[in-house]
Protein backbone atom coordinates (compact mmCIF):
# COMPACT_ATOMS: atom_id res chain seq x y z
CA UNK A 1 0.00 0.00 0.00
CA UNK A 2 2.30 3.05 -1.48
CA UNK A 3 1.42 6.35 0.01
CA UNK A 4 -0.66 8.28 -2.57
CA UNK A 5 0.40 11.64 -4.34
CA UNK A 6 -0.95 14.52 -1.93
CA UNK A 7 -3.01 16.69 -3.77
CA UNK A 8 -2.87 20.00 -1.51
CA UNK A 9 -0.59 22.44 -2.85
CA UNK A 10 -0.54 25.08 0.42
CA UNK A 11 2.50 23.67 2.29
CA UNK A 12 5.83 23.09 1.79
CA UNK A 13 6.11 20.09 -0.29
CA UNK A 14 6.98 16.89 2.64
CA UNK A 15 10.02 14.72 2.42
CA UNK A 16 8.16 12.39 4.55
CA UNK A 17 8.59 8.64 4.53
CA UNK A 18 5.46 7.34 6.26
CA UNK A 19 1.59 7.52 5.47
CA UNK A 20 -0.59 10.41 6.94
CA UNK A 21 -4.09 9.18 7.50
CA UNK A 22 -6.88 10.64 9.44
CA UNK A 23 -9.80 9.60 11.87
CA UNK A 24 -13.33 9.97 10.44
CA UNK A 25 -15.37 11.17 13.63
CA UNK A 26 -17.59 8.55 15.65
CA UNK A 27 -20.39 11.03 15.57
CA UNK A 28 -20.28 13.03 13.01
CA UNK A 29 -23.67 13.10 11.41
CA UNK A 30 -25.11 10.53 9.07
CA UNK A 31 -25.17 12.90 5.88
CA UNK A 32 -21.70 14.02 6.36
CA UNK A 33 -19.87 11.11 6.92
CA UNK A 34 -19.19 10.38 3.00
CA UNK A 35 -18.69 13.95 2.34
CA UNK A 36 -15.93 14.06 5.31
CA UNK A 37 -14.42 10.71 3.63
CA UNK A 38 -14.42 12.23 -0.09
CA UNK A 39 -12.63 15.35 1.38
CA UNK A 40 -10.43 13.62 2.67
CA UNK A 41 -9.35 11.77 -0.23
CA UNK A 42 -9.31 14.97 -2.43
CA UNK A 43 -7.08 16.81 0.11
CA UNK A 44 -4.44 13.98 -0.24
CA UNK A 45 -4.42 11.81 2.89
CA UNK A 46 -3.04 8.44 2.24
CA UNK A 47 -5.64 6.61 5.06
CA UNK A 48 -8.74 7.09 6.45
CA UNK A 49 -9.50 5.34 9.51
CA UNK A 50 -13.13 4.51 10.56
CA UNK A 51 -13.87 3.24 14.30
CA UNK A 52 -16.05 1.11 15.72
CA UNK A 53 -17.08 1.97 19.14
CA UNK A 54 -20.43 0.30 20.49
CA UNK A 55 -23.23 2.41 20.70
CA UNK A 56 -22.21 4.29 17.40
CA UNK A 57 -21.83 2.73 13.76
CA UNK A 58 -19.98 -1.00 12.55
CA UNK A 59 -17.14 -0.78 11.16
CA UNK A 60 -17.57 -3.20 7.44
CA UNK A 61 -20.79 -0.50 7.11
CA UNK A 62 -18.37 2.73 6.85
CA UNK A 63 -15.37 0.92 5.20
CA UNK A 64 -17.76 -0.53 2.27
CA UNK A 65 -19.85 2.84 1.92
CA UNK A 66 -16.25 5.33 1.95
CA UNK A 67 -14.47 2.92 -0.31
CA UNK A 68 -17.07 3.13 -2.46
CA UNK A 69 -17.40 6.93 -2.64
CA UNK A 70 -13.62 7.39 -2.75
CA UNK A 71 -11.18 6.53 -5.53
CA UNK A 72 -8.06 5.95 -4.33
CA UNK A 73 -7.42 6.28 -0.12
CA UNK A 74 -6.89 3.27 2.15
CA UNK A 75 -9.51 2.80 4.71
CA UNK A 76 -8.51 1.39 7.66
CA UNK A 77 -10.86 -0.18 10.42
CA UNK A 78 -9.94 0.26 14.04
CA UNK A 79 -10.50 -1.72 16.12
CA UNK A 80 -12.72 -4.98 15.76
CA UNK A 81 -13.14 -6.47 19.03
CA UNK A 82 -12.88 -10.27 18.83
CA UNK A 83 -15.10 -11.28 21.07
CA UNK A 84 -18.34 -9.72 18.86
CA UNK A 85 -17.82 -12.11 15.94
CA UNK A 86 -17.10 -15.19 14.90
CA UNK A 87 -13.90 -15.39 12.99
CA UNK A 88 -14.91 -16.97 9.24
CA UNK A 89 -17.36 -14.24 9.37
CA UNK A 90 -14.99 -11.56 10.23
CA UNK A 91 -13.13 -13.24 7.19
CA UNK A 92 -15.80 -13.38 4.99
CA UNK A 93 -16.35 -9.05 5.71
CA UNK A 94 -12.72 -8.21 5.11
CA UNK A 95 -12.31 -10.47 2.02
CA UNK A 96 -15.26 -8.80 0.40
CA UNK A 97 -13.85 -5.31 0.75
CA UNK A 98 -10.19 -6.23 -0.48
CA UNK A 99 -12.05 -8.24 -3.47
CA UNK A 100 -13.83 -5.05 -4.27
CA UNK A 101 -11.36 -2.50 -3.49
CA UNK A 102 -7.75 -4.40 -3.58
CA UNK A 103 -4.72 -2.75 -1.85
CA UNK A 104 -7.29 -0.35 -0.10
CA UNK A 105 -8.37 -2.29 3.34
CA UNK A 106 -6.24 -2.20 6.39
CA UNK A 107 -8.42 -4.00 9.75
CA UNK A 108 -7.71 -3.77 13.01
CA UNK A 109 -8.18 -6.40 15.84
CA UNK A 110 -8.34 -6.36 19.16
CA UNK A 111 -9.61 -7.87 22.76
CA UNK A 112 -11.95 -4.48 22.63
CA UNK A 113 -12.82 -2.49 25.13
CA UNK A 114 -13.04 -4.85 28.82
CA UNK A 115 -16.08 -2.57 29.95
CA UNK A 116 -18.13 -2.45 26.32
CA UNK A 117 -17.28 -6.26 26.34
CA UNK A 118 -18.61 -6.85 29.59
CA UNK A 119 -21.96 -4.89 29.02
CA UNK A 120 -21.94 -7.84 25.72
CA UNK A 121 -21.27 -10.66 27.60
CA UNK A 122 -18.27 -11.90 25.47
CA UNK A 123 -14.92 -10.66 27.96
CA UNK A 124 -13.43 -13.74 27.82
CA UNK A 125 -11.60 -15.58 30.66
CA UNK A 126 -8.73 -15.21 28.58
CA UNK A 127 -8.61 -12.00 25.99
CA UNK A 128 -4.56 -13.17 25.17
CA UNK A 129 -6.04 -16.82 24.06
CA UNK A 130 -9.36 -15.49 22.27
CA UNK A 131 -6.98 -12.93 20.11
CA UNK A 132 -4.16 -15.67 19.40
CA UNK A 133 -6.48 -18.04 17.92
CA UNK A 134 -8.61 -15.03 16.29
CA UNK A 135 -5.95 -13.86 14.40
CA UNK A 136 -4.05 -17.23 13.69
CA UNK A 137 -7.50 -18.68 11.92
CA UNK A 138 -8.18 -14.94 10.09
CA UNK A 139 -4.64 -15.24 8.49
CA UNK A 140 -5.30 -18.64 7.18
CA UNK A 141 -8.44 -17.77 5.74
CA UNK A 142 -7.75 -14.90 4.25
CA UNK A 143 -4.78 -16.25 2.55
CA UNK A 144 -7.13 -19.19 0.72
CA UNK A 145 -6.26 -21.91 3.30
CA UNK A 146 -8.28 -24.36 4.57
CA UNK A 147 -8.48 -23.82 8.34
CA UNK A 148 -9.18 -26.59 10.67
CA UNK A 149 -8.64 -25.37 14.60
CA UNK A 150 -10.19 -26.59 18.05
CA UNK A 151 -9.08 -24.11 20.30
CA UNK A 152 -10.57 -22.60 23.60
CA UNK A 153 -12.54 -20.25 22.33
CA UNK A 154 -12.04 -20.56 17.98
CA UNK A 155 -13.55 -24.19 16.95
CA UNK A 156 -13.39 -24.25 12.99
CA UNK A 157 -13.18 -26.92 10.89
CA UNK A 158 -12.06 -27.39 7.52
CA UNK A 159 -13.47 -24.00 7.02
CA UNK A 160 -12.35 -21.63 3.82
CA UNK A 161 -12.74 -19.23 1.69
CA UNK A 162 -14.16 -19.67 -1.90
CA UNK A 163 -13.02 -16.39 -3.75
CA UNK A 164 -9.92 -15.43 -1.52
CA UNK A 165 -8.92 -11.91 -2.71
CA UNK A 166 -5.60 -11.75 -4.20
CA UNK A 167 -4.42 -9.27 -2.08
CA UNK A 168 -5.33 -9.85 1.38
CA UNK A 169 -5.98 -6.79 3.89
CA UNK A 170 -3.27 -5.59 6.45
CA UNK A 171 -4.58 -7.51 9.64
CA UNK A 172 -3.33 -5.29 12.93
CA UNK A 173 -3.49 -5.85 16.03
CA UNK A 174 -4.86 -2.73 18.41
CA UNK A 175 -3.64 -4.00 21.97
CA UNK A 176 -1.17 -2.24 24.42
CA UNK A 177 1.13 -3.98 26.80
CA UNK A 178 4.13 -6.35 26.75
CA UNK A 179 2.16 -10.07 26.43
CA UNK A 180 -0.30 -8.53 23.90
CA UNK A 181 2.20 -6.93 21.32
CA UNK A 182 4.27 -9.90 21.57
CA UNK A 183 1.52 -11.80 20.40
CA UNK A 184 1.03 -9.09 17.75
CA UNK A 185 4.59 -9.31 16.53
CA UNK A 186 4.02 -13.54 16.08
CA UNK A 187 0.41 -13.66 14.56
CA UNK A 188 -0.47 -10.55 13.16
CA UNK A 189 1.18 -8.34 10.41
CA UNK A 190 1.43 -5.25 13.28
CA UNK A 191 -0.41 -3.08 15.29
CA UNK A 192 -2.61 0.36 15.52
CA UNK A 193 -1.63 2.21 18.75
CA UNK A 194 -4.54 4.17 20.04
CA UNK A 195 -3.45 7.71 21.82
CA UNK A 196 -1.11 9.12 22.94
CA UNK A 197 1.56 7.62 20.26
CA UNK A 198 4.50 9.22 21.24
CA UNK A 199 8.16 8.12 19.46
CA UNK A 200 8.87 6.59 23.11
CA UNK A 201 5.84 4.91 23.08
CA UNK A 202 6.46 3.49 19.28
CA UNK A 203 9.93 3.17 19.97
CA UNK A 204 8.85 0.40 22.81
CA UNK A 205 6.26 -0.76 20.74
CA UNK A 206 8.56 -2.20 18.48
CA UNK A 207 10.98 -3.25 21.30
CA UNK A 208 7.57 -5.85 22.10
CA UNK A 209 6.99 -7.06 18.68
CA UNK A 210 10.13 -8.54 18.21
CA UNK A 211 12.09 -9.94 15.13
CA UNK A 212 8.83 -11.48 13.46
CA UNK A 213 7.11 -10.34 10.37
CA UNK A 214 4.28 -7.76 12.45
CA UNK A 215 5.90 -4.62 12.34
CA UNK A 216 3.53 -2.40 10.57
CA UNK A 217 2.57 0.37 13.25
CA UNK A 218 0.01 2.83 12.69
CA UNK A 219 -0.54 5.36 15.29
CA UNK A 220 -3.46 7.56 16.27
CA UNK A 221 -3.07 10.96 17.80
CA UNK A 222 -4.92 13.90 18.84
CA UNK A 223 -4.35 16.91 16.52
CA UNK A 224 -4.85 20.50 15.43
CA UNK A 225 -2.92 22.50 12.74
CA UNK A 226 -2.94 26.31 13.10
CA UNK A 227 -0.60 29.17 12.53
CA UNK A 228 -1.11 30.00 15.93
CA UNK A 229 0.26 27.76 18.16
CA UNK A 230 -0.91 28.39 21.24
CA UNK A 231 -4.24 28.36 20.01
CA UNK A 232 -3.73 24.81 18.51
CA UNK A 233 -3.01 23.64 21.72
CA UNK A 234 -5.95 25.18 23.72
CA UNK A 235 -7.91 23.13 20.76
CA UNK A 236 -6.34 19.85 21.30
CA UNK A 237 -6.18 20.20 25.32
CA UNK A 238 -9.55 18.56 26.30
CA UNK A 239 -9.19 15.45 24.33
CA UNK A 240 -5.95 15.03 26.71
CA UNK A 241 -8.02 15.76 29.65
CA UNK A 242 -8.40 11.68 30.31
CA UNK A 243 -4.41 10.60 29.78
CA UNK A 244 -3.14 9.22 32.25
CA UNK A 245 -6.00 6.43 33.19
CA UNK A 246 -4.72 2.88 34.41
CA UNK A 247 -5.05 1.31 31.34
CA UNK A 248 -2.71 4.18 29.69
CA UNK A 249 0.09 3.04 31.18
CA UNK A 250 2.24 2.08 28.66
CA UNK A 251 1.85 4.86 26.58
CA UNK A 252 3.14 6.72 29.44
CA UNK A 253 5.87 4.64 31.26
CA UNK A 254 8.69 5.75 28.25
CA UNK A 255 8.59 9.28 28.63
CA UNK A 256 10.91 11.30 30.61
CA UNK A 257 8.25 12.88 32.08
CA UNK A 258 6.38 10.02 33.11
CA UNK A 259 7.06 10.80 37.03
CA UNK A 260 5.88 14.24 36.79
CA UNK A 261 3.13 13.27 34.94
CA UNK A 262 1.69 11.04 37.24
CA UNK A 263 2.17 13.13 39.93
CA UNK A 264 0.19 16.50 38.09
CA UNK A 265 -2.16 13.94 37.43
CA UNK A 266 -2.66 12.97 41.17
CA UNK A 267 -2.60 16.55 42.33
CA UNK A 268 -5.20 17.92 39.70
CA UNK A 269 -9.08 18.97 41.11
CA UNK A 270 -10.50 17.28 38.19
CA UNK A 271 -9.49 16.57 34.35
CA UNK A 272 -10.08 19.25 33.18
CA UNK A 273 -7.61 21.44 35.57
CA UNK A 274 -5.36 18.64 34.41
CA UNK A 275 -5.64 19.18 31.17
CA UNK A 276 -5.23 23.11 31.70
CA UNK A 277 -2.25 22.41 33.75
CA UNK A 278 -0.28 20.76 31.17
CA UNK A 279 3.34 22.33 30.13
CA UNK A 280 3.09 23.69 26.43
CA UNK A 281 6.12 21.06 26.13
CA UNK A 282 4.00 18.24 26.81
CA UNK A 283 0.76 18.95 24.99
CA UNK A 284 3.54 19.47 22.04
CA UNK A 285 4.85 15.37 22.87
CA UNK A 286 1.39 13.96 23.75
CA UNK A 287 -0.25 15.33 20.46
CA UNK A 288 0.30 16.65 16.74
CA UNK A 289 -0.14 20.23 16.80
CA UNK A 290 1.50 23.58 16.13
CA UNK A 291 2.20 25.16 12.97
CA UNK A 292 2.40 23.42 9.95
CA UNK A 293 5.82 23.04 10.13
CA UNK A 294 6.00 22.18 13.99
CA UNK A 295 3.16 19.67 13.45
CA UNK A 296 4.88 17.46 10.71
CA UNK A 297 7.73 17.76 12.67
CA UNK A 298 6.11 16.36 15.09
CA UNK A 299 4.76 13.44 12.41
CA UNK A 300 8.01 12.66 10.89
CA UNK A 301 9.28 11.92 14.51
CA UNK A 302 6.89 9.36 14.43
CA UNK A 303 8.02 8.39 11.15
CA UNK A 304 11.21 7.74 12.40
CA UNK A 305 10.92 6.08 15.33
CA UNK A 306 8.84 3.22 13.24
CA UNK A 307 5.52 3.79 12.34
CA UNK A 308 4.59 3.53 9.20
CA UNK A 309 1.45 5.28 9.20
CA UNK A 310 0.41 8.23 11.69
CA UNK A 311 -3.45 9.22 11.48
CA UNK A 312 -4.30 12.13 13.07
CA UNK A 313 -7.52 12.61 15.20
CA UNK A 314 -9.03 16.16 14.45
CA UNK A 315 -10.16 17.69 17.37
CA UNK A 316 -12.19 21.58 17.29
CA UNK A 317 -15.92 21.87 16.92
CA UNK A 318 -15.84 22.11 13.17
CA UNK A 319 -14.59 18.92 11.57
CA UNK A 320 -14.11 20.00 8.15
CA UNK A 321 -12.65 23.05 8.97
CA UNK A 322 -10.05 21.01 11.47
CA UNK A 323 -9.56 18.17 8.31
CA UNK A 324 -8.65 21.28 6.24
CA UNK A 325 -6.44 22.71 8.44
CA UNK A 326 -4.50 18.94 9.43
CA UNK A 327 -4.01 18.62 5.84
CA UNK A 328 -1.74 21.34 5.43
CA UNK A 329 1.04 18.67 7.13
CA UNK A 330 0.88 16.90 3.50
Not at 66 to 74: D, K, M, S
Not at 129 to 147: C, F, I, K, M, S
Not at 197 to 226: F, K, M, N, Q, S
Request: hydrophobic content about 50%; glycine content about 10%; proline content about 8%.
Amino acid sequence: MTPATSKNTSATPSTRTGSIGVMLPRDLPAADVLRFAQRADELGFDELWVVEDLGFRGGFAQAAATLAVTPRIVVGIGILPTGARQVAYTAMELNTLAELFPGRVVAGIGHGMPGWMRQLGVWPASPLTLLDEQATALHGLLRGEAVTLDGRYVHLADVRLDNPAPQPPLVLAGVRGPKSLALAGRVTDGVVLAEPATPEYIAATLGHLGDGPGRHVVTYDVACVDDDADRARATVRPALEWIGEPDWAPHLTPLPFAAEFAALRAASADRAAFAEALPDVWVDRLAVVGTPAEARASIDARHAAGAATTVLIAAGPDPFAALDGLARVL
